[in-house]
């Protein structure tokens, strides 16, 4: 892609529309300091990226560049935007970007809105093809991490960034990622590790624990062997465990036979609960009420039900005694039979009346049912979590002792506990009898046909008050647990230092916890396997970052180098990049070094040892090779203020350098502060027939830009006589001189239609219509115009020959004097 | 939209099967290693947040050894 043409409004400098018109080749634009230069680089970026690199690089927070890029003299409402036209395989395709006042972008393709440019997944790795002063420095005179970043950048190595950046926060911080219950059990193990430190009889195991999951094995042959000692001789191996804890429980108990059990709820247990909450405070709603109090209803049928009952087991004996009553055994004549048939044929077809209320009165006694043994259930899960913790309230006067005075802090925790739970939980049993009398209240309110709508909302009452407590009990369960554990810990430790058995229950939680042991090696493993994992990973990335700076970059960039450097240069050089090792030579994968050399010697410290112009121009060389290396959508680059402290053999230098930038086919768009360099690029580069632009003044409006002719046409017609006048001036030579004439034609056409109507007119899309309209109403001679006109018949509208082109000396010549005549009229 | 855009953008745009660097790092990168736990981490480095991701992952290895039985 190239560049055809930018409009520029609203953005940074521009407050007022600028359009700029770019050659395919070169095209240059000068203007002094702080004259809106930039300004045009920085809306490119805006356009292309959302975000300009200096933005993007900031190292502070970027809110203080927010609303920066939108003009500040520009109202809310006033549109903000870059327009560029690019030539992408031989079709036009303009992109717009739109920028509101919040900041927010709009991005529009041939005036259609996109979500995306259609080339994004070819940005994604390519460098931008925007060299900027403030982003070389920002490669190279900054720290190891941010110059990794910034080389990863302008090598398309962004994700490999990204990659090792993520992967190190999680192997440095993992805990995040452990979950809750992993680490209890690894606190849990560890603990029992520094119990079993603490026995000096045990130390054979305590040795081989230390050294980790390898020694498993070994751990447990200890284990054993210690064990059979403190069993009776001949104990079966797999009553080992059993035969230890009758000898503990034995001997502690002794001395205190419970133990403070309060376990914290199991997720299991925790979802259960909320499901019961969930289900108790949803079914008393009015449609409920409604329901139930409909049933009132079937109080008023249930005579017409019992009746129809009657009938119906009065008939069926009937038939059994055929003309006799079934109940005093009388007879039952014929009429008499019809009539109790129909009459109950007639209570039949009522109570089918009211045979759906009957149902519904069964539903509801069942749903009542279903409730009962809901908050049953409820109640009884809450309840057995403290029952056996407060029956050891009981034993307060034995227990206290032995936390006393050494572990108080323990028991204040157990008594405190104590204290709370003990009215928690009476509070929820009241509330469950309270609960479970409103119910049967409401069951039996059915069962006498006296439903009252009061019974049913005094249920709901109940059930949300009885949950409160619960949940109450719960809170208190779970905050209280912690503490309680490790009291019982405590209590556990203490017992067996008073029964003496503190090995036999160190040998015992070794044995019971074999499972959590292997477990919590395995965990360790796992997370100290990660120091391992980020090691993959440097490696991985160093070698990437190695081979793309070191073999692929280090060669393109000393060829470009060697293009800025003079003769005269003391012999200190950039001579490389490479990565820092460590010193088993491991990469250090995030270290991007540069080095340089002084008269044949390696320098501790390129960054600090070269010039700032040598820096300048190493800058510029990386940025010059990275663009030209790799896929990249884009056919132009552009370069802001190259020559920033060079000295004058160094500016001339870096002509050679553009001019190798155009014979490889890029489009360059070059800005300087610097005129007279401006002026020596066009001189060097005289045969390219760029555009040059020069920003004359700032407005608040904006740049003031004047387009400026590559070389004069008193110059061009110079040159044109002088292939003229060679004998020896090939076909190339001539052609050149006849496109110098159109060329010359267009310039002397816009200059005096400035010195005669004052009218400015760029002369970089004249034809042969426009000439002629130019020259007709200069009031030029028709014959002229005729013949002036005809020097455009063998180029074209884009300014080049015909397919049919050639060349003719005479025709030049004719064309030149032509082209001398209507410089006699300009004023030459 | 897409008739506005010239074709040869469309062609690029969506007859492109090329996978991108990204992926291609990650690729390699799983390629060279035979540690399990590490393939898994780095199966599991996706989406917009592949540090939440690994960790995600990080977590199920650890509750899997916790939860194992034999």
């Given at each position: ?11 940074r ?17 000068a203007?002094?300091?702080s004259?809106?230069k ?18 993007e ?21 006033s ?8 030539l ?5 395709i ?6 509101a ?16 440019w259609?080339?994004?997944?070819r940005m ?11 982003a070389?420095?920002?490669l ?5 991490d941010?110059?990794?970043k ?6 398309g190595?962004?994700?490999?960034d ?7 926060s ?21 603990a ?10 045990l130390?054979a ?8 999951s390898?020694?498993l094995k ?18 079966p191996?797999e ?37 019961d909450?969930?289900?108790?405070l ?8 409604e329901?139930y109090?409909?049933?009132i ?11 129809a009952?009657?009938?119906g ?31 109950h044929?007639s209570?039949e ?6 045979a ?11 749903s ?15 309840q ?5 913790f ?6 307060i ?6 936390f ?26 009241t ?8 119910l049967?209240?409401v ?10 709508a009061?019974f049913?909302?005094?249920l ?5 008050s009885?949950?409160?407590e ?10 209280h647990?912690t ?13 067996d230092?008073?029964a003496g058995?503190e ?5 015992i ?5 074999r499972?959590?042991i ?11 396997g ?51 090792r460590?010193?088993k ?11 340089a ?8 410290s ?13 800058g510029l060389?990386?940025?010059i090779?990275t ?9 132009f ?21 553009i ?11 070059l800005?300087?502060h610097?005129?007279?360099?401006i ?14 632009y020069?920003i ?6 904006g740049p003031?830009i ?9 110059q ?6 002088a ?8 076909n ?9 004439i159109?060329?010359?034609v267009a310039?002397l ?6 010195k ?21 109403e ?6 002229l ?5 005809q ?10 020959a ?5 060349v003719?000396?005479q ?18 | 939209?897409e008739d ?5 953008s ?7 099967p ?18 399990p736990?590490?393939k ?31």
């Open positions: 892609m190239k560049i055809r043409s930018v409009t520029v409004c609203g953005i400098g521009f407050s007022e529309e600028r359009t700029l018109h770019f050659d395919d080749r070169l095209t240059l634009i203007a002094p300091n004259y809106g930039t300004s045009i680089s920085e809306a490119f970026e805006l356009l292309l990226y959302g975000v300009t690199s200096k933005v690089s900031a190292t502070f927070s970027k809110e203080e560049y927010k609303g920066s890029y939108r003009n500040r003299h520009l109202t809310q409402m549109p903000a935007f870059v327009e560029a036209t690019f992408d395989a031989g079709s036009e303009q992109l717009r970007v739109e920028i006042a919040d900041d927010s972008f709009r991005k529009f393709v041939n005036g259609a809105e996109v979500p995306q259609p080339f994004a997944h994604v790795s390519a460098t931008k093809p925007f060299i900027l002063q403030h070389l420095k920002y190279l005179l900054v720290g190891p941010e110059r990794f910034g080389f990863a950048r302008l090598l190595l962004v994700d490999l990204r990659i090792q950046t993520n992967v190190v999680l192997c440095t911080k993992p805990e995040a990622a452990i979950p809750q219950e992993v680490q209890k059990l690894v606190n849990d193990v560890k029992l590790e520094a119990r079993l430190e603490a026995r000096p009889a130390s195991i305590a040795k081989f624990l230390k050294k980790g390898k020694t070994q751990i447990y042959q200890a284990v054993a062997l210690e064990c059979t000692q403190r069993v009776p001789s001949g104990t191996k009553s080992v465990l059993l035969q230890l804890l009758k000898i503990r429980e034995e001997a502690v108990g002794k001395i205190f036979k419970e133990r403070l059990i309060l376990e914290t709820y199991s997720e299991t247990e925790t979802t259960l609960s909320n499901a909450e969930q289900f108790l949803s079914v008393i709603t009015d449609p409920f009420i329901k109090v409909k049933l209803a079937l109080g008023l049928v249930q005579r017409v039900l019992d009746k009952r009657f009938f087991l009065g008939l069926k004996f009937l038939k059994e005694t055929e003309g006799l009553c079934p109940f005093c055994g009388q007879t039952v004549s014929e009429p008499l039979g019809v009539h109790i048939k129909q009459t044929e209570i077809a009522e109570r089918k009346l009211y759906g209320l009957e149902k519904e009165q069964a539903d509801f006694l069942q009542l049912t279903d409730l009962s043994t809901r908050i049953e259930t409820y109640h009884k899960r809450q057995t979590k403290v029952a056996d407060l029956e050891v309230e009981k034993s006067p034995k227990l206290k002792p032995i006393s005075p050494k572990y108080d802090t323990h028991w204040a925790a157990v008594q405190k506990a104590f204290d709370e739970l003990r009215p928690a939980k009476a509070s929820l049993d509330a469950y009898t309270v609960c479970i009398n409103a049967d209240k069951k039996i309110s059915i069962a006498e046909t006296k439903e009252d009061v049913v909302r005094t709901g009452e109940c059930l949300t009885c949950i409160a619960a949940r109450q009990l719960r809170k208190m369960v779970s905050d647990a503490p309680v554990s490790e009291a019982d810990a405590i209590l556990k430790h203490e017992l230092i008073l058995t090995d036999i229950a160190v040998l939680d070794l044995l019971e916890h499972k959590e292997e477990k919590k090696f395995q965990i360790e493993d796992v997370l100290g990660l120091k391992g994992f980020r090691k993959v990973v440097d490696q991985f990335v160093g070698n990437k970052m190695l081979n793309a700076v070191s073999s692929e970059l280090t060669a393109d960039v000393m060829e470009w180098y060697s293009q800025i450097r003079t003769t005269g240069d003391p012999d200190v050089h950039f001579s490389g990049f490479d990565l820092e460590t010193a030579g491991d990469l250090k994968a995030r270290r991007v070094q540069i080095k050399t002084s008269y044949g010697k390696d320098l501790i390129a960054a600090s040892s070269l010039s700032e112009s040598k820096l300048n121009a190493l060389c990386v940025s090779a663009n030209l290396k790799g896929e990249t959508p884009f056919g680059l552009m370069i802001d203020d190259p020559i920033q402290s060079w000295d004058a053999e160094h500016e001339i230098q870096f002509i050679d350098v001019r190798k930038l155009l014979e490889l086919g890029k489009q360059v768009i800005l300087s610097n005129r007279k360099w002026d020596q690029v066009r001189s060097g580069c005289r045969s390219i027939n760029g555009c040059f020069e004359t003044g700032y407005s608040v409006t003031h004047a387009e400026r002719p590559w070389a004069s046409w008193r061009r017609l110079n040159e044109v006589d292939i003229l006048k060679d004998k020896n001036a090939d190339v030579k001539l052609q050149q001189a006849e496109e110098e159109r060329i010359v310039l056409s816009v200059d005096l239609y400035r005669r109507l004052r009218i400015e007119k760029s002369p970089h899309d004249i034809n042969s219509d426009k000439a002629r309209k130019i020259l007709v200069c009031g030029v001679d028709t014959g115009i005729d013949r002036i006109t020097t455009f018949s063998t180029t074209d509208d884009a300014h080049h015909p397919f049919d082109y050639a003719h000396r025709r030049i010549q004719l064309y030149a004097g032509w082209a001398n005549e209507l410089a006699q009229l300009v004023g030459g | 939209m506005v855009i010239p074709k040869a469309i062609m690029t745009e969506q007859h492109s090329k996978r991108s660097k990204h992926d291609e790092f990650l690729d390699e990168l799983e390629a060279g290693i035979s540690d736990v590490y898994r981490l780095i199966k599991a480095y996706q989406g917009n947040n592949p540090t939440t991701s690994m960790e995600s992952e990080l977590k199920a290895i650890l509750l899997e050894i916790l939860q194992r039985e034999d």
